[in-house]
């Protein structure tokens, strides 16, 4: 028999991609567990969630912690936490990704110290700390300094890691969390880039790094991207990221050597653009947005991750993360992708869509750089309000059905789901008792430092020289290593830097985005302009007024503003003050604006705690008759209980039509307010 020839046009197979997966709840505990059984598997990378306290620099007993505590992603509040996430993992041997930002130094501060106790040479460490700021005002919400700290936070993060750490890639820039606050692969390109020049011109400025060794740095720069379902197009969009990369970091920066110029991406393929209704298509969107950044070998991810087809209903099981991460293996180890050089070479189709992305980002950028930069357009509201604008006209795409989903506004009949059967076993959920242990735990940490085994110095002295050098120029980085290994708690490093730096509430781009539906005669949205102006007229008031509230830490505000936008085109008289906000701020704010409506939203899964406490507290003021919407991830079940505590409605991710949820929204205000129906229900 004779030996099989290669095909012609094949090749030796490339290594593939690390395969991740994005997982942590509950504990450290829990979290080490689960890692490790997906490392078994056969993940070849850590991908760290934290929860949103751990990301916004609180403690697990803060007020704004509660409901929040392990619910996005593990809590982390001091070294004891990360020696256990860690426990019986050789980080020497891993590749690490922390999905973490404002408290990036602090993290990866942690993660340092655990792998010196391990004996781990920490030069050989390897992994990512995102460490994107700019994204986090404009999408995500986890920020917490002004930008000129938080930038210094990551230069120094950079100068440290490039002389100390140097496999290590301190920056992770985001255009994923872009795309799902609406941009455009033009927005997400040019974005993402004037991000990253803000960055490396504070390294550069900061004369931390001799200019013989600002290649190591470039170099190090990673890039986190989106993809989408659109897969050719978003295929060409990672072959411009390449290209432009290549010219800003040799045109500005002169950087000589390719190798250093290599435009490196991970990805994590489109969360939110999963569908609740009828969830399995999710897993055919699933593979197609992987195709479009594994098809093309020249611009290949370097690290996958994919969610689950369930992450719309709630937390993925492991068997749901398990299935996640065949879909890669089996695109890796069963097709032939990887035999091949790249297979789009010489297409015109995509040269000419590479081209037009390519042109119209370079200029985009252009205009943001005579801004003054990337920071400057965060600060003036400039990104913000064009990511809301964006966003607004995609959502009013899909509500005329220009943009089709399927199962959502096309196609929407469907067989009973086996998957979904019963939806209280097709999530997993984290055990409300769970924050009380981590919230006990905290306390014993803090009660118990300074003792055996352990033997921590007191952390007053670590904490005022880490205040010290905020308030100079000296690099953080060593500060903030002293403050971990002397048993500083997360909360009390963020609160020190608070101090010294203060906090930044980002611009919401409500007020300046234009109107994305208009209200023609006949249409949807003039019907609910008519109900809005007579119920005020009834109620003897010139305008609705409707209260938009984040309540909690999640700071994922897309949905919010867009809810927003649409019920000020509607005519209301809208109060939105961002996120991060308390019960007790966002009631007192309900009364001293005298609102007919408060709208709250979350996606983190906190709406249990949060939601009835803002009922109670309206309760106590005697303002039952206001009205309370919730709106995010909210289970079946979760729902009706929110319904019994007295909620007047609840809209999830299957509820796509904004102008239909305003008008909704009126209703429940006449309800409130004893006033007779305007149309009879069909």
Known sequence: MTERQPAEGKREKDRPWLMRTYAGHSTAEASNELYRRNLAKGQTGLSVAFDLPTQTGYDSDHILARGEVGRVGVPVAHLGDMRRLFQDIPLEQMNTSMTINATAMWLLALYQVVAEEQGADITKLQGTTQNDIVKEYLSRGTHVFPPGPSLRLTTDMIAYTVSHIPKWNPINICSYHLQEAGATPVQEIAYAMSTAIAVLDAVRDSGQVPEEKFGDVVARISFFVNAGVRFIEEMCKMRAFGRIWDKITRERYGIENPKQRRFRYGVQVNSLGLTEAQPENNVQRIVLEMLAVTLSKDARARAVQLPAWNEALGLPRPWDQQWSLRIQQVLAHESDLLEYEDIFEGSKVIEAKVSQLVEESLAEIERIQEMGGAMAAVESGYLKSQLVASHAERRARIESGQEKIVGVNIFETTEPNPLTADLDTAIQTVDPAVEARVIASLQHWRDTRYQPPF????????????????????????????????????????????????????????????????????????????????????????????????????????????????????????????????????????????????????????????????????????????????????????????????????????????????????????????????????
């Not at 609160?495 to 300046?512: C, I, K, M, N, Y």
């Not at 109900?531 to 409707?546: W, Y």
């Not at 906190?606 to 939601?611: I, T």
Request: charged share 25%.
């Open 455 to 682: 033997n921590h110095p007191r952390p007053c002295k670590a904490l005022e020289r880490l205040k010290e050098a905020a308030k100079g120029t000296a690099n953080l980085m060593e500060a903030t290593l002293e403050c971990a290994r002397a048993g500083v708690t997360t909360g009390e490093w963020a609160g020190a830097l608070r101090e010294v730096f203060g906090e930044f509430r980002a611009p919401t781009g409500v007020s300046s985005a234009p109107v994305a539906v208009a209200a023609a005669e006949g249409s949807a949205l003039s019907e609910v302009r008519r109900k809005v102006e007579l119920t005020a007229q009834e109620l003897g008031v010139g305008k609705l007024r409707f209260l938009v509230g984040k309540p909690g830490l999640d700071g994922h505000s897309n949905g919010a503003e867009q809810i927003a936008v649409r019920a000020r085109d509607a005519g209301f008289e809208v109060v939105y003050q961002g996120i991060r906000l308390t019960p007790e701020q966002i009631v007192d704010a309900a009364l001293a604006e005298d609102v007919h409506a408060v709208g709250l939203s979350i996606l983190s899964g906190s709406h249990a705690q949060l939601v009835p406490d803002v009922l109670e507290r309206l309760r106590v003021a005697g303002a039952t008759d206001i009205p309370v919407i919730a709106g995010g991830i909210i289970p079946n079940g979760d729902a009706e209980q929110l319904r019994s505590a007295g909620v007047a409605a609840v809209f999830t991710p299957k509820d796509f039509d904004i102008t239909g949820i305003i008008g909704r929204i009126v209703d429940e205000i006449r309800k409130a307010n004893k006033l007779d129906p305007l149309e009879v229900p069909a």
